[in-house]
């Protein structure tokens, strides 16, 4: 994980909940910077904590096993599986997002530690309806390509060639998706290859959280190294902090009291 460099001493935010939980590598880079005199930021952060499933967003990304395997043994993780969730709260920050056309205000990522047979499992649900078209289509290609079979084709029509190799493609993709639906229903008994029935991932969505794009299955992106910089990507030891305005009084408010006893002495 990068080492935070953090030197605005003088920033509200620093040594407190709040900077940790926005856990960005120096100060320069926080997206709060030049707004932190706002009081509603913390208050918007605790929020934040109050809609994290039980054992927070974190457990899946420190999981020693897979997170996504279904019973024991579960697998070694060797990579991570991730997408991102929005909720509409905080209201004053909410707003709606061109691509994914859904109002929303926290984005968190989802990174589950995954094995390399989930991997497998997803990617292969994910690419079958490409992959047998292509496979069908060249098996269509020989007789289209072949000048006395093509002769013999267009004596039924002149377009029918063509025809074949269309039909071939969507055929192909049709027969993609039933196998690809067929896997998925075999996989799910081993694995959560729909994320959306994982348990924390159905915590989240009865709290109000969504997939960013859309409510369908999710579309997972795989990486070597979990992102470790911003909102939801802080360890769980963070949310066990104690609230700005609860124990916790930040750095900058310590040292404007301690000055104010000083004048006032």
Known sequence: MEQRNLTDTEC????????????????????LKGRVADPAIHDDLKLFCDLQPEGTVAKLFESETCTLCKGEPKGKPASYAVFDMAHTEPKQLAKRRWLSKQVTGFMVPLQFAC?????????????????APIVLTVCVLPFVMNEHLAQGLRKVAG?????????????????????????????????????????????????GWRPLFNDRQPHLA????????????????????????AEEETPAAAEENTAEEKISD
Do not use: Q
């Open 115 to 131: 094995c390399k047979k989930c991997r497998k499992r997803i990617l292969l649900s994910a690419y079958l309806p490409l992959i």
């Open 159 to 207: 377009w029918f060639p063509f025809a074949l190799v269309v039909l071939a493609i969507a055929g192909g993709y049709g027969i993609g998706k039933l196998l690809s639906y067929l896997y998925k229903r075999k996989a799910d008994a081993v694995m959560y290859i729909d994320v959306r029935t994982h348990p924390i991932v159905a915590e989240m969505t009865e709290k």
């Open 12 to 31: 509200t935010l620093y040594g407190t909940k709040s900077c940790a939980l926005l856990n960005m590598p120096d100060c320069e880079k926080c997206p």
């Open 222 to 245: 795989f990486t070597k190294h979990r992102i470790d910089k911003g909102l939801g990507s802080a360890n769980s030891s963070v949310y066990a902090m104690p609230d700005v305005g």
